[in-house]
C-alpha cells in the first residue's frame, strides 16, 4: 500500500477538536486500556513490511508506477542506510506523496501508505519528533477512514506515542505530548497507560 504524509505542512494541523468527535469512545474499558498498556514497542507498519517482501522477489523497472516506487522505496529499508540514502529516500518518500494526493486525495489507502513509509524513514534517521507528528497524521487519516476503534488507526497511534517516548529534548517532548495528548484520549481512552503516561508528563 502506499500513502501520504503531514508533519504541518499542506496537510494541515490535526486539532484537539478533530478527536472530540461523537463517534469517540470516552473510555476504553480494562481490556482495551490493559492492551495498550502490554504493547507500546514501536512496530514497523504492515504495509511496509509487505512492500518489502514483494521488492524482494522483483526488481523494480526504473521507470515503474506508484506501487512499484513504493515497493523499491520500501525494500531499500530492508538494509541498513546510511544518513545519505536515508535522506535521499525521504526526499523520494515526498516526491511520492506529493504525486499520489494529487492524483488520488490525501484519503486514499495509497497515499496512507506512503506517509506512514514516511514516518518509518524519520524513525530510521532518529527524527522522532517528525515520526511522531507524521503517525499523529496517519493515524487520524486511518480514524476518519476506518473509526477510532479499527486495528490501523491504533497501531499508528501506539507507534506515535512509542515516538514521543524517544523524544530526548524536553521542550520538544512537551510540544509533541500536546499534539498527541487528544489523540492518545480519543483512540486508547483517557484511563490508558499511553495517556496517562503523557499528562504526567504534561503535568496534567
Not at 508533519?7 to 472530540?20: D, K, L, R, S, Y
Not at 545519505?84 to 511520492?96: G, I
Amino acid at each position: 500500500m502506499l500513502q501520504d504524509d503531514q508533519q504541518a505542512g499542506p496537510w494541515g494541523i490535526v486539532t484537539p477538536e478533530f478527536w472530540a468527535k461523537p463517534d469517540a469512545k470516552p473510555d476504553p474499558g480494562p481490556a482495551e486500556a490493559a492492551e495498550w498498556e502490554d504493547d507500546l514497542r514501536y512496530e514497523e507498519p504492515a504495509a511496509v513490511a509487505a512492500a518489502r517482501t514483494a521488492a524482494s522477489q522483483r526488481p523494480p523497472l526504473p521507470e515503474a508506477g506508484h506501487a512499484a516506487r513504493f515497493a523499491a522505496l520500501a525494500g531499500k529499508l530492508s538494509k541498513p542506510q546510511t544518513g545519505l540514502t536515508l535522506l535521499l529516500a525521504a526526499a523520494e518518500a515526498v516526491q511520492l506523496d506529493q504525486e499520489l494526493s494529487a492524483a488520488r486525495g490525501p484519503s486514499d489507502p495509497n497515499v496512507i501508505g506512503v506517509r506512514e513509509l514516511r514516518a518509518l524513514i524519520a524513525h530510521l534517521q532518529g527524527q522522532r519528533a517528525e515520526a511522531a507528528r507524521l503517525y499523529l497524521h496517519v493515524t487520524g487519516l486511518q480514524a476518519t477512514a476506518a473509526g477510532l476503534g479499527h486495528d490501523l488507526t491504533k497501531a499508528n497511534a501506539q507507534r506515535a506515542f512509542a515516538e514521543w517516548r524517544s523524544i530526548a529534548d524536553p521542550v520538544e517532548r512537551a510540544a509533541v505530548g500536546r499534539d498527541i495528548l487528544p489523540m492518545l484520549t480519543a483512540v486508547a481512552g483517557p484511563k490508558a497507560k499511553p495517556t496517562r503516561e503523557v499528562q504526567a508528563a504534561l503535568g496534567k
